[in-house]
């Protein structure tokens, strides 16, 4: 009887030690490489870690007047609708639409014949009366000698004068009817109220106006000076006031009455303006109050309804932080941060109050101070509290050189919440 071979076995002697050596291989194989990223200084991965390499701006206070950017549209100083003031049939239109018109220019011609006819009766009826006048005075006069020598009676005397008094009075009356009558006839010649320039005729010759209809006949709007009403938020209003109180704004003298036009394809318009008046109170609804600003229009180059940007100055700052726009990130609340470098060479992430902007910078108005080096460049490699690599340090004075920007500029900032 033959004895059964037992080599493939689990647990036979023979088939357990080839496991066992190379298990114990693998161990001595991973204290090994261990060893080695020890003796390197690596990561567990075998990689050298890299410091990342940024640029730096140091900070420095400039000299800015701050302005803010609002936008509205333009409206006419004068609009003027013409309307008719007695009815009749229209006989002929008296204008070019679109053309200018003076004041008392006549505009339509409403068919005259049953006004003329109105004031040709009043005008006779007047003169009835005054023939009626002039005879009671004749009669009053003779009866003023007669009473004297008893040749009438009193109360013949007394009715002779009563009717003077009353003729009197209706040759007043008459001549209101006639002046009535005067001014409907010259209704019927539709003048412009004011000059300017005339729109579209909703009427042609034959149609019938009244004097109570709603539609306006044409409108005219005067363009020598125009009208711009914008509105800024009363909390902004709130923050300029705390600004100024703080000193960290600053009265321009009389450039803070001066307003800038920025026209729709960002040109400035030649011609400044003036603010005309502030609201007095809040809209209620929107929470914001209205500015009112006149321009000037010789050119006629502003026309109503143009969408424009209106420029005001605020203030002067004399101690401004400006940050690149590209240095400062925010959140999906709108916070703002920047990096910064700290003594100890690390990345420190900053909160920070960025709400204007300065051409391509924003205007920090807390958070950062003078001397503070803002990471500008390599931001995509930082992380908060790594250290960092200066590469490159540059100062406050020549990315303004680089920019244009000079110690008394003025440019336009533009709220960042609007």
Known sequence: ??????????????????????????????????????????????????????????????????????????????????????????????????????????????????????YNQARGTLEN???????????????????????????????????????????????????????????????????????ASTVTEGALVTSDQTTALATIQAFDRMYLDVTRPSSEWLKLRKAFASGRLKKTGSDSAAVTLVMEDGTEYAHPGALQFSGVTVDATTGSVTLRSTFPNPERELLPGMFVRARLVEGKNDNAILVPQMAVTRASDGKASVYVVDAAGNAQQVQVTADNAFRDQWIVTSGLHAGDRVIVSGLQSVHAGAPVKVAADTSQRQVDAASGTSATDTASTVSAQR
């Open 1 to 118: 009887m033959k004895t059964p071979i037992l080599q493939n076995h689990p647990h036979h002697p023979m088939t357990c030690r080839p496991r066992q050596l190379f298990a114990a291989l693998s161990i001595l194989a991973i204290v090994g490489i261990a060893g080695c990223n020890r003796q390197t200084g690596g990561p567990p991965g075998g990689l050298a870690a890299q410091t990342a390499q940024v640029g730096v701006l140091t900070l420095a206070p400039q000299h800015i007047v701050e302005t803010t950017e609002l936008s509205g549209r333009l409206s006419s100083q004068k609009v003027s609708d013409v309307r008719p003031q007695v009815s009749g049939i229209v006989l002929k239109r008296l204008f070019v639409e679109g053309s200018d018109v003076t004041a008392g220019q006549v505009l339509y011609q409403i068919d005259p014949a049953t006004y003329q006819a109105a």
């Open 129 to 199: 009366a005054r023939a009626t006048l002039a005879s009671a005075k004749t009669k009053a006069d003779r009866y003023t000698e007669l009473v004297k020598i008893n040749a009438v009676s009193k109360q013949d005397y007394d009715d002779a004068v009563a009717a003077v008094r009353e003729n009197a009075a209706s040759v007043t009356a008459d001549e209101a009817s006639l002046e009535s009558s005067r001014v409907n006839l010259e209704y019927t010649r539709v003048r412009a109220p004011i000059s300017g320039r005339i729109g």
